[in-house]
């Protein structure tokens, strides 16, 4: 049973413009959202989070939307730019669980030029 | 500051071998403990987290376990390698409270032959 699923394998947006990778969970439990980013042959580093009391979230060119009611967050990237091509990991964790983070599938986005 | 280590980076083993992949984290104490497989084309699968000492928890059946002989070092092992254990291992550690973000080793790449 997938607990956190990104259903859009990659994404293919031009320099400049709004990238957008989204994420749904099923586990009301959680209660911490995060997202990371990954290059090849290399651990995950962590981009942003967002609590569950929040709906927002924004560091910079990257903003993190969580609609609770809908288990559906977002991660919006503007302007894009050719080095934010990666593989970006949705995550979520709670507090009950053993502190568990579970990991999506990952979506693949390639920024082109 | 806190580092994780992780090694070796690049793994070739023949099917039937045994396998120790080891992880130790730096400057922090009583963290929990991952360790992830990416397999090819794949997101982060959970293999095993630990909260303290001697405390692991499998999250699926496989052909691999993991011990934590110390508070800051996780063990991944095999007795007998599988072609299907082979993939992209990371390890990774958080704060021991729920709502933390986890920081990755650089991985190991393990490939079975």
């Known amino acids: 049973d997938q607990q956190v699923k990104q259903n859009s394998p990659s994404l293919s947006v031009q320099e400049g413009r709004i990238s957008i990778l989204n994420c749904d969970y099923t586990?009301?439990?959680?209660?911490?959202f995060l997202w990371y980013k990954k290059y090849p042959a290399e651990g995950p580093t962590f981009l942003i989070s967002i609590s569950s009391i929040k709906d927002k979230n924004e560091d910079g060119r990257f903003t993190v939307f969580l609609n609770k009611s809908a288990k559906h967050l977002s991660l919006h990237i503007v302007p894009s730019q050719p080095g934010d091509s990666a593989v970006y990991f949705c995550?979520?964790?709670?507090?009950?669980?053993?502190?568990?983070?579970?990991f999506g599938a990952g979506t693949r986005l390639f920024v082109k030029a | 500051s806190q580092t994780i280590h992780q090694w070796p980076a690049t793994l070739v083993q023949p099917v039937g071998s045994p396998l120790s992949l080891e992880c130790t984290v730096e400057g922090t104490s009583n963290p929990n403990l991952y360790w992830y497989r990416q397999a090819a084309g794949r997101g982060l699968q959970l293999l095993f987290y630990s909260v303290g000492i001697g405390q692991i928890s499998s999250e699926v059946p496989q052909n691999l376990s993991a011990s934590r002989p110390q508070d800051r070092q996780f063990i991944l092992s095999s007795k007998k390698l599988l072609l299907s254990d082979s993939g992209f291992y990371l390890c990774?550690?958080?704060?021991?409270?729920?709502?933390?973000?986890?920081?990755f080793g650089q991985g190991t790449r393990l490939t079975v032959v």
């Open positions: 995550a979520a964790s709670g507090s009950t669980g053993g502190f568990k983070t579970i």
């Open positions: 990774a550690w958080s704060g021991g409270v729920g709502g933390t973000e986890a920081f």
């Open positions: 586990n009301s439990m959680f209660d911490y």
